[in-house]
């Protein structure tokens, strides 16, 4: 099975620009998942959606930040402008749903993002 | 904050030996998981134990939990150099769907 799908790899751009990441997960996983993970720490979600619909974007810094996920398939998450403090892996995660129980997340193999 | 936090931050040992770490948490749970993460497959689910569980395995892994104490405990037994990676704890609380990461145990096994 084609595990979760994640572009660019890696991106450099300067602050004040504009970025882009893009996520593909497993086929049939509702729940997709981003997180932010700084150097040193681990993974802190941003946003978290079913299907098309936003579950939690509490920690989404939502004056710089967006995401979203059309179709409930494939996800974009956007930094504009960007900040030096935004240099970090973003990861993409999903998972199944069934009723109550949440199984474990699969992940992709991140965006690592430098701000210069 | 994080609801997780890891201990110790870094732990260095001989291959063949035992390597535990050590989760501990704020609030009540539904479950815990621990992921690990390297540069080569970046972060892998290794097990999951709920709240009403007390110890589980999985190959050379052993997990207990200590819910009085909110605490877990991630055993690695006969370690092998392909386990030098960051161990991460994670929780689900019962009020939320969404995982807390700790800040993760980076171990390193010296051949």
């Known amino acids: 099975e084609a595990g979760v799908a994640q572009s660019p790899r890696y991106k450099i751009i300067e602050k004040r620009q504009s970025v882009a990441f893009w996520c593909n997960p497993i086929s049939g996983h509702a729940t997709l998942y981003w997180y932010q993970q700084i150097l040193g720490q681990g993974p802190k979600l941003l946003i978290q959606f079913q299907n098309n619909g936003v579950v939690d974007d509490s920690q989404l810094p939502k004056d710089r930040f967006s995401a979203e996920r059309l179709k409930g398939v494939d996800s974009t998450l956007k930094i504009q402008p960007a900040k030096l403090e935004d240099s970090a892996v973003y990861l993409c995660a999903s998972s199944l749903v069934k009723g109550h129980l949440i199984n474990e997340q699969f992940f992709g193999p991140g965006t690592r993002l430098t701000v210069l | 904050s994080q609801q997780g936090e890891e201990d110790p931050q870094a732990l260095s040992i001989q291959e063949g030996e035992n390597a535990t770490m050590n989760c501990s948490y704020k609030t009540s749970i539904n479950n815990l998981q621990w992921y690990r993460q390297n540069s080569g497959r970046g972060l892998v689910h290794l097990i999951l134990?709920?709240?009403?569980?007390r110890e589980k395995h999985s190959g050379r892994l052993r997990v207990t939990l200590d819910t009085s104490k909110k605490s877990s405990s991630l055993l690695i037994t006969a370690s092998q150099a392909a386990d030098t990676a960051s161990y991460f704890c994670?929780?689900?609380?019962?009020?939320?769907?969404?995982?807390?990461f700790g800040s993760g145990t980076r171990l390193l096994v010296r051949p």
């Open positions: 134990i709920r709240s009403n569980e």
């Open positions: 994670a929780t689900r609380m019962d009020s939320s769907y969404k995982l807390i």
